[in-house]
C-alpha cells in the first residue's frame, strides 16, 4: 500500500517537472500510459501518453511566464489521489494556450486560485499519475487580464486569490 506522503511527493515531482525543469519526459514519466490531463475551464489536455506529451510539449510545458510562482493554501492526500488548493502569480507577458488560448499577452499581473484534483494508480510501484484535473475561474482570469468588465457581470478578480489567502477579509454583500 502506497503512503499518502508518497503521493504527496510524486505530485511534487510532477509539478517540478512541469514548472523548474521544464521536461516534458520526465513529466511524462511520471505518469501511466492511459493518463489524461484535462484544464476544465479551457478543456486543453489531452487522452493516453501521446497526446498528453504532444499537450505539453505544444501548450503547456516551457509556455509560462517567467514570472511564475505557485503559492499552496491547502493540500488533502487520499489513498489514490492528491487534491491541492494554490494561488499562481504571473505577468501575462507571453501567449498562453492552456489558460488564455488564442489571447496575446496584455501584460496585466494575475493571482489566481487553482485546484487540482491529481490521481494515482497507487498500486503500482512506484505510483504513477492517472489523471490531472485542474480547475479555476476563468471569468477571474479574463478580469484580470482586461477582457471581462466585472462592473457587467457578477465576477470578480483578484479578490478572490486575496480572500483564499486571508479569510478575515470582508465577504461580498449579500444585499442587492
Not at 509539478?15 to 520526465?26: I, L, P, Q, T, Y
Not at 505518469?31 to 478543456?43: C, D, G, I, K, Q
Not at 483578484?158 to 465577504?171: F, G, R
Request: hydrophobic residues 45%; negative net charge.
Amino acid at each position: 500500500m502506497t503512503s499518502p506522503h508518497d503521493l504527496s511527493a510524486i505530485f511534487d515531482q510532477h509539478v517540478a517537472h512541469e514548472f523548474v525543469a521544464k521536461d516534458v519526459a520526465a513529466t511524462m514519466a511520471t505518469m501511466t500510459p492511459t493518463a489524461f490531463v484535462n484544464h476544465v475551464p479551457t478543456l486543453m489536455g489531452g487522452v493516453g501518453a501521446d497526446q498528453v506529451a504532444d499537450f505539453y510539449a505544444k501548450c503547456f510545458i516551457g509556455h509560462w511566464p517567467a514570472d511564475t510562482e505557485i503559492v499552496p493554501v491547502c493540500r488533502t492526500v487520499g489513498a489514490d489521489r492528491v487534491v491541492d488548493e494554490m494561488i499562481m502569480s504571473f505577468t501575462h507577458d507571453v501567449p498562453m494556450p492552456t489558460f488564455l488560448p488564442g489571447v496575446a499577452p496584455t501584460g496585466r499581473s494575475v493571482l489566481l486560485p487553482v485546484v487540482v484534483v491529481m490521481g494515482f494508480e497507487a498500486e503500482t510501484k512506484p505510483p504513477r499519475v492517472a489523471y490531472e484535473r485542474i480547475y479555476w475561474d476563468q471569468a477571474s482570469l479574463l478580469v484580470q487580464v482586461g477582457l471581462l468588465d466585472p462592473a457587467l457581470l457578477p465576477v470578480t478578480g483578484v479578490e478572490q486569490a486575496h480572500k483564499v489567502l486571508d479569510k478575515d477579509l470582508p465577504a461580498a454583500s449579500t444585499s442587492l
